[in-house]
């Protein structure tokens, strides 16, 4: 007995030190945290110091680096204060200048998809603001269901009112978790799912209404998917022209407007004959402008033969891989149709398998209804982020022309 209370009195001891232990912790973790802050300040210091190049027998130091032009102001004021001699130049071509994306509200929500890619060079234009909303649309597509898009934002909203100590890089991504969710919520309404179930089979008038006002079958959502990819595509190569006449000059852009000329005026051809007829004497002269302007102006300071030959190459490139392109977003199609029969399926299960008893049958039909969907869903929600991030940087950025390769900015602070 007298070792049990030994046993006994050292266990206690052991679990008031362990609650003595956390109460500590939580209140030294901020003191723990400013010095590794400090810490981090010192290791980032002796790396500048490391980087600064000696001059005058190493009684000067000189350092270069980059500021954002909106904190020159600031920055030219300090340095004027600690009495240190410097010089601000803007930027040359030549430059491999830091990247700092300035995009503000829905677009800054989408940044974090744009740097699991890379970051455009400094003469490039930030995609980020022209692929949030494409991206928005994709997810909802490809998720499809109505019930999974208000779980989502319900429990991203939830989570952000009741959690505490929310990060400031949390934020945005549930933010982004939002937006994404009721983007899921409007498309499932176009074919009206619920959790696998068909609201437009429910006799309510409202819904009926909503039916007949709204709802979409696997046609329209296959074409519905093809038409978005010609939409993005077009505007994708109207980023390109815009990204060319910036950074090398108008006429460089010239062959890439042909290009846009040319696919839009054929595309309004076949939809709307009455108006243009594809073959038609307008179309036929404005296949000739766009001609011109693909085939001479393809390579701006090269001969006539060079040019025709390169257009020629690009015309082989623009007609065996535009059409590819515009195919791979039948995925926005698929994907939600499957995710509308797996789920579907999961329903039928649950209501099929469960054993006819008053108690254990509605328990196995909802413990198969919550497993079945939560795997659907966690499959379908990994499906959604990851086909239109291969939509957005393949399709969308090859057409826009965009080349990447920027490094973020980090500025060394306290």
Known sequence: ???????????????????????????????????????NTEIEFSQVILNTEATAGEKLMLLQGWVPASKEKEIAAWLDE????????????????????????FF????????????????????????????????????????????????????RMFAKNISATMKPILSLIQILAASTFFCGMLTGTFFGVSLYDINIPFLQYMKDHLFMDNNAMFQLSLILGVIQILFGMILKAVNQAIQFGFKYAVATIGWIVLLISCGVGFMLPEVMPLGGTVHLCILGVA????????????????????????????????????????????????????????????????PDNVIVGPIVMVLIFVIGHAINMFMNVLGAMVHPMRLTFVEFFKNSGYEGGGKEYKPFKK
Not at 94 to 104: A, T
Not at 133 to 158: E, R
Not at 293 to 298: E, H
Not at 305 to 333: C, E, H, K, P, Q
Request: glycine share 8%; hydrophobic share 45%.
């Open 1 to 39: 007995t007298r070792v049990q209370i030994l046993c006994q009195e050292t266990e206690q001891a052991l679990a008031d030190n362990d609650q003595k232990l956390a109460v500590l912790a939580e209140k030294e973790q901020p003191s723990l945290q400013a010095a590794l802050k400090e810490v």
């Open 82 to 105: 600690q009495h240190i001699y410097y010089e601000i130049t803007n930027p040359t071509p030549e430059d491999n200048v830091p990247i700092q994306l300035s995009n503000k509200g």
């Open 108 to 159: 800054a929500w989408f940044e974090p998809i744009c740097k699991l890619y890379m970051l455009p060079k400094y003469s490039e234009l930030d995609l980020t603001p022209f692929f949030a909303p494409f991206f928005m649309v994709f997810f909802g597509l490809c998720l499809g269901d109505s019930g999974y898009g208000l779980f989502l934002f319900l429990a991203a909203t939830l989570y």
């Open 291 to 354: 001609a011109v302007m693909i085939f001479l102006f393809n390579s701006p300071g090269k001969n006539v033969f060079m040019n025709i030959g390169l257009g020629l190459w690009d015309s082989y490139n623009m007609a065996t891989g535009l059409l590819g392109d515009v195919l791979s977003y039948v995925r926005l199609f698929a994907l939600g149709l499957s995710g509308g029969i797996l789920a579907g399926v999961f329903n039928s299960l649950a209501v099929g398998m469960s």
